[in-house]
């Protein structure tokens, strides 16, 4: 039973469009959620989070939204960057055991110069 | 700075053994975490421990075991080791026990069973 789900193993975008990678998930009492890149050959790396009582967060070139009703997030990056490129996870925390977190699969992004 | 490290970095064993993983967080941290990583998979929670104790535990076999010591680092054990459990073991570490708290995951151990 996955609840973060991350339908889109690979995508592939131009150096200075835009990025967007989606995440979907089941669990109505997820409440936090996060955005972590891995590199090959190192641990994921946090990247940015928003709580389920905002829609939208920011922080430089990365914007993820929040979608409660469709149980819907995606991650913006803007422009992208080469160095961008890795597998992006989408993680969610439930409130009912605020230690743990549920990873989605991953879809590993490519920028192309 | 040092980050989180873990030991060894690769390890090769055969069904039915038993390994031991280890962990040290970032110099103040109080939390590990330890997750499983399978090729192709998301990281699965399989523990917490917050200032020596355990927090949480994930969806694993009684296998499974870890502590924590009292300068924070910790240990992961697996018992009767099954090629299923072959996996990048990744251990994260943070300040509070809460998972919103961010979190710095180490390079991981890549455990192999033959």
């Known amino acids: 039973d996955q609840q973060v789900k991350q339908n889109s193993p690979s995508l592939s975008v131009q150096e200075g469009r835009i990025s967007i990678l989606n995440c979907d998930y089941t669990?109505?009492?997820?409440?936090?959620f996060l955005w972590y890149k891995k590199y090959p050959a190192e641990g994921p790396t946090f990247l940015i989070s928003?709580?389920?009582?905002?829609d939208k967060n920011e922080d430089g070139r990365f914007t993820v939204f929040l979608n409660k009703s469709a149980k819907h997030l995606s991650l913006h990056i803007v422009p992208s960057q080469p160095g961008d490129s890795a597998v992006y996870f989408c993680?969610?925390?439930?409130?009912?055991?605020?230690?743990?977190?549920?990873f989605g699969k991953g879809t590993l992004l490519t920028v192309n110069p | 700075d040092a980050g989180v490290t873990q030991s060894p970095t690769h390890l090769i064993k055969t069904r039915g053994q038993q390994v031991t993983l280890r962990c040290s967080p970032i110099?103040?941290?109080?939390?590990v975490s330890w997750y499983q990583q399978v090729l192709g998979q998301g990281p699965q929670f399989i523990f917490q421990?917050?200032?020596?104790?355990?927090?949480g535990r994930g969806n694993f076999p009684d296998r499974f075991s870890a502590r924590q010591f009292p300068n924070y680092s910790s240990e992961l054990n697996v018992n009767a080791l099954l090629l299923g459990d072959s996996a990048l073991y990744l251990c994260?570490?943070?300040?509070?026990?809460?998972?919103?708290?961010?979190?710095?995951f180490g390079p991981g151990t890549r455990l192999t069973v033959t």
């Open positions: 421990y917050y200032e020596k104790e355990e927090r």
């Open positions: 928003i709580s389920s009582i905002k």
């Open positions: 669990n109505s009492m997820f409440d936090y």
């Open positions: 994260a570490s943070s300040l509070e026990g809460r998972a919103t708290y961010e979190q710095y």
């Open positions: 993680a969610a925390r439930s409130g009912g055991s605020n230690y743990k977190l549920t």
């Open positions: 110099s103040g941290h109080k939390s």
